[in-house]
């Protein structure tokens, strides 16, 4: 199926595919995107040793015929993607819409002739598809309602940008501890007890929302979900007297928690 091609711009989607005077005739980089391997020469000569890998930024490029109304398809290709700027892809095909935020690196063509082409170039440095509704113009989330105090199983896919915990509760509390695999998550709130707490820790947003970022306790590692089944645990205490208390589980039944994530994808 031919992907359909928008952009979003201040709160506008504009469909470049169904533009009178625009012809997308191509878009390479939308399928997986390539891994970096950083390897080392093993001693004895023999091979190599991996030290680590990861996913390489995304470079989407895109080939755009004008036809009809030259000089209106190209200034608004001009308008959609002025280089440097920050830009929102959408991509749709197979009854499903997939977004990706990137910079415009460059756009070129050759007016002189007679077919006028435009190739534009997209960096996309975080280079995962999130699922995204054209409707609501938000992407779409994987959300998990926790067990306060439990180990509580969530399931995510292998692709994955972080995630975020959301804590409504009927009891102040100062503490909360998140538990995934090896990795613990454990925050201090300085400014005393509080009812609800929002904790992003996303590849390019990891805070306590509305509080320092010394309320993060030193040695905790911040939570990223991998591929598959795994249990998280969620554990909150209150400060009484100095000393810190755990929820009852009544108390733990008077809260709510909840975990989200954009549900991302690795390619068209």
Known sequence: MVPIISTVKNGNIVCLSADENIVVADIQGITETDAYINTSQRIDGRGEIASSAGLRARNIVMTVYLKNDVKEGRELL?????????IKLIVS???????????????????????????????????????????????????????GGQPTPVRRTPYTSGCEFMIVSSTPFSVVAISYKNKTLQTGLSSGGVQSLSIKSYYNDKRIVGHPI?????????????????????????????????????????TTIWTKEPECKGGI
């Open 78 to 86: 001009y308008d959609q993607f002025p280089c440097g700027d920050n």
């Open 214 to 254: 010394d309320d993060v306790v030193p040695g905790s590692e911040w939570i990223s979900f991998v591929g598959g089944v795994s249990d998280v645990t969620v554990s909150i205490y209150k400060v009484i007297d100095g000393l810190r208390e755990e929820f009852t589980a009544a108390e733990y039944e008077a």
């Open 93 to 147: 095909s197979y009854d499903e819409s997939l977004s990706i935020d990137g910079h415009v690196e460059s756009v070129k063509g050759d007016l002189f002739k007679e077919r006028q082409a435009i190739q534009i170039s997209i960096i996309c440095p975080f280079p995962l598809f999130k699922l995204y509704n054209t409707e609501t113009q938000q992407e779409i989330y994987i959300a998990t309602r926790i067990l």
